[in-house]
């Protein structure tokens, strides 16, 4: 396949994508940012500020400004661009007041966590502002804190850095390792502990943590949100004529990397493609998808001048690919294949891993090497695996306790060590590109 020829259709996704970019001012002059639903499990719903209320959220549903996210058994995660992350605990309500940026570029983030308990892992390239109950933080450096607001009781817990906190009990700065807490009843009147009290969820928070700086290691994308997921679910390789290309694990033949998620809609952006797969953030919205001969579908890093709504691809005559027309006619969220599959809390003792499923159904976190198991997959077609919890202790020794680090945009990824927990057995037929 040559990679100086573009096929029709490929010009045809790009015209798309340019005038869904020129309707959007906001996107041209960069004012405007669209942030990623990095992971959804148990119940989850969405209002994208349409006027339509809420609806089931997906992983890799972009984020814009003005929309609300609201957990109810389950749990979210929000990734910002430079790899900053917001993370939500059942029944909490966050509204994404402002996600803009100024004339010189600087990126604007401004949430409002309206009730339950929500933390936040922020790295510090740029500022952020968070409301809680009636009061104000705000930092301009790297912190990480837990915010716990309800009508009669707030608090705030910083485990890392510190925070400028205002509100009608007056300004103060809070630092590491203290918690403010704040008497709804009385005009939020704050008192300062110098400690923090362990909440049940800290651990899932902390090892959410470890998991992006371990998979993260070493981005050469200006970008960080997503790479995590690339370097935890597939691998890099250097094809000879394309450069540098990635591909996700357990593809299986007849796999095409859009035939799975969701077409959600936007007011004042239109459709734009969600992925189903727990890595499908950046391999959607820059690069560009080529099947390679032999090795099947794979990304091209690159394009990261331009966010795309609908990914693009090289189209080929040489195997079937999911048409990538957005919906016309409506505004509800409109399913591809299997629609954005979801992760659910309650993972049972086993599950099969099959060939084609390209890590569907696999939390991060929960099993070890995928490399060493993508083999198995591709020997036999399928394998049935005993998964840790996401993120839970177990899983996090297992994952990291005996491996290198895999590899980023800078080259070909190594391999995990076997993961304790994460006993893999496999029989049946079938094939894996890899």
Same mark, same amino acid.
């Given at each position: ?9 490929t010009?045809?996704?790009f015209?798309?994508a ?19 639903l990095?992971d ?17 959220a ?13 957990t ?12 900053s ?7 909490t ?28 892992d ?13 009061e ?5 450096h ?14 705030l817990?910083?485990f ?61 994308? %200006? *970008?960080? &949100? $997503? ?10 390789s250097?094809? !000879? =004529?394309?450069?540098? +290309? ?24 239109g ?11 950046? %391999? *959607?919205? &820059? $690069?560009?998808?080529?099947l390679?001969p032999?090795?099947g579908?794979?990304w091209? !890093? =690159?394009?990261?001048? +331009? ?13 079937h ?33 099959n ?15 995928l ?22 202790s ?15 945009m ?23 590109h890899?």
């Open positions: 396949m040559s990679t100086a020829s573009v096929p029709r259709i010009l045809i996704l015209a798309v340019a005038c869904i970019l020129i309707a959007l001012p906001a996107l041209a002059d960069s004012q405007v940012r669209i942030v990623r990095s959804v499990q148990g119940s989850v719903q969405i209002d994208k500020n349409g006027g339509l209320g809420f609806e089931n997906f992983v890799n549903l972009p984020v814009v400004q003005g929309a609300q996210l609201r109810r058994g389950g749990r979210a995660e929000v990734e910002f661009e430079d790899g992350s917001l993370r939500l605990a059942p029944n309500l966050v509204e994404f007041a402002k996600l803009g940026a100024d004339d010189s570029g600087k990126r604007i983030s401004h949430i409002n966590v309206v009730e339950g308990m929500a933390y936040v922020w790295l510090g390239k740029d500022g952020l502002t968070v409301d809680f109950s009636r104000t933080a705000s930092i301009d790297a912190a990480h804190f837990r915010v716990d607001t309800s009508s009669n009781l707030s608090s817990a910083i890392k850095g510190d925070l400028e906190v205002e509100g009608p009990s007056g300004k103060f700065a809070l630092e590491k390792k203290k918690t403010a807490t704040f008497n709804g009843a009385e005009d939020d009147k704050y008192t300062i502990a110098n400690k923090i009290q362990e909440d049940p969820l800290d651990s899932w928070d902390k090892n959410a943590i470890s998991y992006h700086d371990q998979y993260a290691k070493n981005n050469s994308s %200006p *970008y960080g &949100y $997503g790479v995590s997921d690339l370097n935890y679910y597939g691998s890099y250097n094809v !000879p =004529g394309y450069g540098m +290309m990635w591909q996700p694990f357990f593809t299986g033949v007849g796999w095409d990397p859009f035939m799975d998620g969701v077409w959600g809609f936007y007011p004042g952006f459709y734009m493609f969600a992925s189903a797969y727990p890595w499908g953030w950046m %391999p *959607y919205r &820059y $690069g560009n998808w080529m390679i032999g090795m579908w794979m091209q !890093p =690159g394009g990261w001048n +331009m966010w795309a709504p609908i990914p693009r691809y090289t189209a080929t005559t040489g195997a690919v999911t048409s990538l027309v957005a919906p016309t006619g409506t505004t509800k969220t409109v399913a591809v294949g299997r629609g954005g599959v979801g992760t659910s809390t309650m993972l049972s003792s086993r599950f099969v891993v060939s084609g499923s390209a890590g569907i159904g696999i939390p991060r976190g929960s099993l070890g090497n490399s060493h198991l993508n083999h198995q997959v591709a020997k036999s077609g399928f394998a049935e695996v005993r998964p840790a919890p996401q993120f839970s177990v899983s996090h020794s297992a994952s990291y306790g005996t491996g290198a680090s895999r590899g980023s800078a080259g070909p990824s190594g391999s995990m060590g076997h993961a304790s927990p994460a006993g893999h057995t496999s029989s049946g037929g079938g094939g894996s890899h």
